[in-house]
């Protein structure tokens, strides 16, 4: 197979930059696809494999949100600096930097289908279709929902986490452990995890400042700004095809999506049988090829 041309840049947002990588042919026919990765703050990585895409002609664009991965990091800043806002500008700004106002997909993976979703709210000029994956409508559904899931784990594991939240101790080895015990089943499934997820949960490790701020210690204990966040009341306002995609085993459980499949006109929703939250990763070659007519229908 002859390899994806790639090159990488830098963005000047304001102050600060961010990084993207282009992974095919910006000059091509076809829309471009900006991918908005999680986290929040979880960097591009574990979503690299939506650079297959390319292989169809259509340039796709990763780049880290501002506060991780490659691009500027603002360790000091506090809950008043992250919001949804600023990354919708810095979405806007990657848009314009490279030029691709004029037609544009996006695909947003956990947090960055919620970005995704607020990001089709506001009707940006260009933007072509949205792809939400993996990615709930609001956090109250997303804590009611890892509420239930957790009452069905073995009690040991209830127990641990419940003991080390309610102790302020969730960086104890036992609780690191309990959480360990969830990713397995609920985030991804594929043992060990490949070097790209787990180069994003590294880099989560070394600066958390925007997961911490906006999310919380891990993916089901949200203690953060987004705790109260919902999108619902608004999805009528999305006016672009919409494919919401998410896992069986998903710790974005059907209830979480479902509101994105009854609010948003015309959405497609899909659920991948062998897949919990990384479907791009779990079951890779039918993700690609479903995202990728949707694409093509909607070019």
């Known amino acids: ?33 900006f991918i908005l990765h999680g986290g929040p703050g979880a960097a591009h990585n574990y979503v690299d494999s939506y650079k297959l895409l390319a292989k169809t002609g259509r340039a796709v664009i990763h780049y880290d949100q501002l506060g991780c991965g490659k691009s500027t990091h603002l360790p000091d800043k506090g809950k008043s600096f992250w919001t949804v806002q600023l990354f919708i500008d810095e979405l806007n700004n990657l848009v314009d930097h490279l030029g691709q106002r004029k037609a544009f997909h996006v695909l947003g993976q956990s947090w960055g289908g919620m970005l995704a979703a607020e990001y089709g709210i506001t009707r940006p000029a260009g933007l072509k279709s949205l792809t939400i ?25 209830q127990d641990a986490l419940n003991k080390h939240e309610k102790a302020g101790t969730t960086s104890s080895k036992e609780y690191q452990d309990a959480t360990m015990w969830v ?73 979480c999506v479902q509101p994105f499949k009854d609010k948003i006109k015309g959405a497609i929703g899909e659920i991948y049988g062998n897949s919990s939250h990384m479907p791009h990763v779990e079951e890779q070659d039918l993700c690609m090829k479903n995202v990728g007519n949707f694409l093509k229908a909607n070019d």
């Open 1 to 33: 197979m002859v390899a994806l041309k790639q090159r990488e840049g830098r963005a000047k947002f304001g102050k600060y930059e961010t990084w993207y990588r282009v992974t095919g042919n910006l000059g091509s026919k076809k829309p471009p696809i």
């Open 133 to 157: 994956a993996n990615s709930p409508a609001s956090m109250k559904l997303w804590v009611s929902e890892a509420k239930r899931m957790r009452s069905l784990m073995p009690k040991p594991i």
């Open 183 to 255: 990713y397995e089943r609920h985030v991804c499934r594929v043992l060990p995890f490949p070097k790209e997820v787990k180069a994003s949960f590294d880099q989560i490790g070394k600066d958390p400042t925007v997961y911490h701020t906006m999310n919380g210690p891990n993916e089901f204990f949200v203690v953060g700004t987004l705790k109260n966040w919902s999108v619902i009341d608004r999805l009528k306002r999305i006016d672009v095809p919409t494919y919401v995609l998410s896992g069986y085993y998903d710790e974005a459980t059907p209830a």
